[in-house]
């Protein structure tokens, strides 16, 4: 289990060291539309969840728009403090 600085933090690392292999340094590559598009369909897919499914499916389908908000940060180069100072 981690929490959100911890894998902001992982996140961080694997894009500054540019970590050979990762899906997350690929898809910031690929850039904030591709991103943009993820968070898109992880905000449905956890609307859908809460709908519909489990709480856990919908934790599920949440921490994966986590996930992708994250790399959305990273890619326009916001910290978490950045959010924390706009909540």
């Given amino acids: 289990m981690k929490t959100f600085d911890e894998l902001f933090d ?13 899906g997350s ?14 968070l898109v369909e992880e905000a449905a897919e956890s609307w859908m969840a809460a ?3 489990s709480p856990e499916r919908t934790a599920e389908e949440l921490s ?3 996930y992708w908000i994250q790399l959305m ?3 326009r180069g ?4 950045d959010v924390y100072a706009r909540l």
Avoid at 10 to 22: D, F, I, M, V, Y
Avoid at 25 to 38: D, F, L, T
């Fill in 10 to 22: 992982e996140l961080s690392t694997k894009w500054r060291e540019r970590a050979p292999g990762s």
């Fill in 25 to 38: 340094v690929a898809a910031i590559e690929a850039g904030v539309h591709h991103i943009g598009k993820k």
């Fill in 51 to 53: 709908e519909h499914e």
């Fill in 64 to 66: 994966q728009l986590i």
């Fill in 73 to 75: 940060m990273i890619s």
């Fill in 78 to 81: 916001l910290t978490a403090k």
